[in-house]
């Protein structure tokens, strides 16, 4: 019992520090992963070994991917096209830019995705003379709903990925149905907030209509290698359950051929300034500190309470899941969250005994997570991230002015993810 209160003391602490940022947040993992070694509650050996090195590996290898992929100018070449195709229009640029940040994060992640989108939305709204702020904001809540889709579009998904057996098709089929619906109803929410709200000149249309987006691409060489290397890893994701290759293994192969056929002057830059560390050894004390709650078991008593709770009815497991993690994620980081309750289901998982009712148990800490997300302005990394950048280039977003759009849209959101639970599974 001692050593439980103190793993949850180090556990708690952490936590705080994560949402206060009162330091840099590997830098609290980190020094609670170690905590948990240095006050004996684990061993070194079991803390190193409870470090998901799939999840390690997977991180590093998208990081290389799209490092690479920067460096051809198609990202911001697509945004220059999107403002145009929109003719200029403010409202149709945010939903055409919503619907690329869908897109791209259920593929590239969701934090890469603001990192690559959000400096293009700054330059078309500076030549637009209007405020960027509603943008970011839904192209951040686009972020996280998008990266809900499928296995490597949010970093709550590759942990449960990495946790289950569950392949990139499984993810799709279970998961992007109920992400276009939630796409669907926020296109509606957008024309809704903010159909009267924005207004731009004739003269600053023209301006941005001039642009010549064909001079942004860069290396066209490297870009169609690019193009065909993601296709070919997009498809060894989909065919893994066939190929029987981790998905570490398929990004880490996509990233270093690229980082291969790039600018080989570079690769020491790229490896230095284009993998987030930060985020990598964020993962790893986060790991050694969950282990810590597992092996006193912690973990354990919670699966048991929430069993009584529910009476091991996987239907009401289900909506207590979704609701109570999309609560917990919108105030909290979602990924220490789902690394915390993963434990928590395999426990469930023995309880209950059936493996097939497990799956909507799976499927709805995702998406009570990806999208609880949205909440708050510290709900996911993407959120951080996109206020950072705004907040450099001298636009302020409060945390009231954030979360009165983003817990607007996560309602919403979990609404239609909790019908589509209970009409698909029950």
């Given at each position: 019992?001692?050593?439980?209160?103190?793993?949850?003391?180090?556990?708690?602490?952490?936590?705080?520090?994560?949402?206060?940022?009162?330091?840099?947040?590997?830098?609290?993992?980190?020094?609670?992963?170690?905590?948990?070694?240095?006050?004996?509650?684990?061993?070194?050996?079991?803390?190193?070994?409870?470090i998901d090195w799939n999840v390690i590996f997977f991180l590093i290898g998208m990081m290389l991917v799209i490092s690479v992929m920067r460096q051809t100018g198609l990202f911001m070449y697509l945004a220059i096209r999107i403002a145009k195709i929109a003719k200029g229009r403010p409202l149709m640029i945010m939903i055409l830019m919503y619907l690329l940040t869908t897109f791209t994060s259920a593929f590239m992640g969701s934090v890469t995705t603001i990192m690559i989108l959000v400096p293009i939305v700054l330059l078309i709204a500076s030549e637009l003379k209007i405020s960027p702020v509603p943008f970011i904001i839904t192209m951040v809540i686009a972020s996280n709903a998008g990266g809900a889709a499928t296995m490597i579009g949010d970093p709550p998904n590759i942990l449960i990925g990495s946790a289950t057996d569950y392949n990139f098709m499984d993810f799709i089929i279970n998961l992007t149905p109920p992400i276009l619906l939630v796409t669907i109803a926020s296109v509606g929410l957008i024309w809704l907030l903010y159909h009267k709200a924005m207004h731009v000149s004739?003269?600053?249309?023209?301006?941005?209509?001039?642009?010549?987006?064909?001079?942004?691409?860069?290396?066209?060489?490297?870009?169609?290698s690019s193009i065909i290397i993601l296709a070919a890893m997009l498809l060894a994701f989909t065919l893994q359950g066939v190929l029987h290759i981790e998905t570490a293994t398929i990004a880490m192969s996509a990233g270093l051929l690229l980082l291969v056929l790039s600018d080989k002057n570079k690769v020491e830059q790229i490896l230095a300034?284009?993998?987030?560390?930060?985020t990598i050894f964020f993962f790893m004390g986060l790991f050694m500190i969950v282990e810590s709650l597992v092996e006193t078991g912690f973990i354990?008593?919670?699966?048991?309470?929430?069993?009584?709770?529910?009476?091991?009815?996987?239907?009401?497991?289900?909506?207590?899941?979704?609701?109570?993690?999309?609560i917990f994620s919108a105030v909290i980081d979602n990924v220490p969250?789902?690394?915390?309750?993963?434990?928590?289901?395999?426990?469930?998982?023995?309880?209950?005994?059936?493996?097939?009712?497990?799956?909507?148990?799976?499927?709805?800490?995702?998406?009570?997570?990806?999208?609880?997300?949205?909440?708050?302005?510290?709900?996911?990394?993407?959120?951080?991230?996109?206020?950072?950048i705004a907040n450099r280039n001298g636009f302020r977003i409060s945390f009231k002015e954030y979360?009165?759009?983003?817990?607007?849209?996560?309602?919403?959101?979990?609404?239609?993810?909790?019908?589509?639970?209970?009409?698909?599974?029950?």
């Open positions: 019992m001692l050593l439980m209160l103190l793993a949850l003391a180090i556990f708690g602490v952490t936590y705080l520090l994560i949402i206060t940022e009162w330091i840099n947040k590997m830098l609290a993992a980190m020094i609670g992963g170690f905590a948990i070694i240095l006050t004996g509650i684990v061993s070194q050996d079991v803390a190193f070994h409870a004739n003269e600053n249309r023209a301006k941005l209509m001039s642009y010549d987006e064909s001079m942004l691409i860069k290396n066209p060489f490297l870009l169609k300034n284009d993998i987030d560390w930060v354990t008593i919670i699966a048991d309470n929430i069993m009584k709770v529910t009476h091991s009815e996987p239907k009401a497991t289900s909506m207590v899941i979704l609701w109570v993690s999309s969250f789902v690394a915390a309750m993963i434990p928590v289901l395999e426990d469930m998982g023995v309880i209950i005994g059936n493996p097939d009712a497990m799956h909507p148990l799976w499927w709805s800490l995702s998406l009570g997570a990806c999208l609880g997300g949205n909440g708050t302005m510290v709900g996911a990394s993407a959120n951080i991230v996109a206020i950072g979360t009165k759009i983003g817990a607007f849209f996560t309602f919403v959101a979990i609404l239609i993810s909790t019908g589509y639970i209970l009409l698909r599974y029950y």
